[in-house]
């Protein structure tokens, strides 16, 4: 086969003069909603524009790109606060995926259309920095130790009791929230393994499913993969075709649910 032509020097040298960055630059890249840590391989001029091949810092190869230059900013203070906060952002929408599965716009967090979903919840803070500190400790390969104490299901059982008290024999509330505790169990045990899940995750999910294969998930997690499941548990419930009715009474409650995390944080977010 034959071998494509170099390019002259005098058309590398009119494109380096006209790129905003040099190969070999370390950049923040916008890909699928957000900015990642990239160095500059290569420099073309298209018709739309100049283009940077990025390769991520942490991926392989075979994920370097060509971007844009409208997507590739500059490594500096102002490019990383805009990267931590569309960090926040992307975790709220959906806390576990890939740098290539995206299963919303990031635009779509900033809707203030009540009618948009079916549930919407209104992360706090707190709980939204826990986000990101959580996905922070996975990447940088620190796995919890399991089983992790307490468990998402001592959690769940704490947060009925309370409630329980608080009715004081409220019946109708009791079964209400009985069902919601019941099917946050059945969502984490059976979706968490493809779902809720960071790749570096995987294997150790693997191990302890074989070692331990009547032991749910529920009873070997904690309250960091609870929170993801969770803030992601309004885009299941749609794809699940939940009846409005059922969605209105459960709202309140989830709401409910994402206090007692807060109010107890400190004693649930312990690293173990």
Same mark, same amino acid.
């Given at each position: 086969?034959?071998?494509?032509? $170099? ?13 905003? =960055? ?6 923040? $890249? ?19 524009? &100049? ?13 370097? $790109? ?25 975790? &709220? ?16 967090? =900033? ?68 069902? &919601? ?12 393994? &493809? ?6 995750? =995987?294997?150790?999910?693997?191990? =302890? ?64």
């Amino acid at each position: 086969p034959s071998k494509r032509k $170099a390019p002259s020097a005098d058309t590398a040298s009119s494109v380096q003069a006209n790129s905003k =960055f040099d190969v070999g630059q370390q950049v923040l $890249a916008f890909d699928y909603g957000k900015l990642y840590v990239a160095k500059v391989i290569g420099v073309r001029e298209s018709e739309g524009g &100049m283009e940077y091949k990025m390769h991520y810092n942490g991926w392989k190869k075979k994920w370097d $790109a060509w971007l844009k230059e409208e997507n590739v900013h500059h490594d500096n203070e102002e490019s990383r606060a805009l990267q931590t906060k569309l960090d926040a952002v992307v975790l &709220m929408q959906d806390p576990v995926q890939s740098r290539h599965i995206v299963t919303k716009k990031v635009g779509d967090a =900033f809707t203030d259309d009540p009618n948009d979903d079916l549930i919407r919840l209104i992360i706090p803070h707190t709980l939204q920095k826990q986000l990101i500190d959580d996905h922070t400790r996975i990447k940088e390969g620190k796995l919890y130790n399991l089983p992790k104490k307490p468990t998402a299901g001592d959690i769940l059982e704490r947060f009925l009791a309370t409630k329980r008290e608080e009715e004081q024999g409220n019946s109708c509330e009791d079964a209400i929230l009985s069902e &919601m505790v019941r099917g946050l169990k059945t969502y984490l045990d059976s979706g968490l393994g &493809m779902i809720l899940l960071y790749p570096e995750e =995987f294997e150790q999910f693997d191990r =302890f499913r074989a070692e331990r294969p009547n032991v749910p998930p529920c009873e070997l997690y904690g309250i960091e993969h609870l929170l993801r499941l969770v803030v992601k548990l309004p885009t299941l419930l749609e794809n699940a075709r939940m009846h409005p009715d059922s969605a209105l009474h459960l709202h309140p409650r989830l709401l409910e649910l994402l206090r007692f995390f807060e109010r107890n944080a400190r004693s649930f977010f312990l690293h173990s």
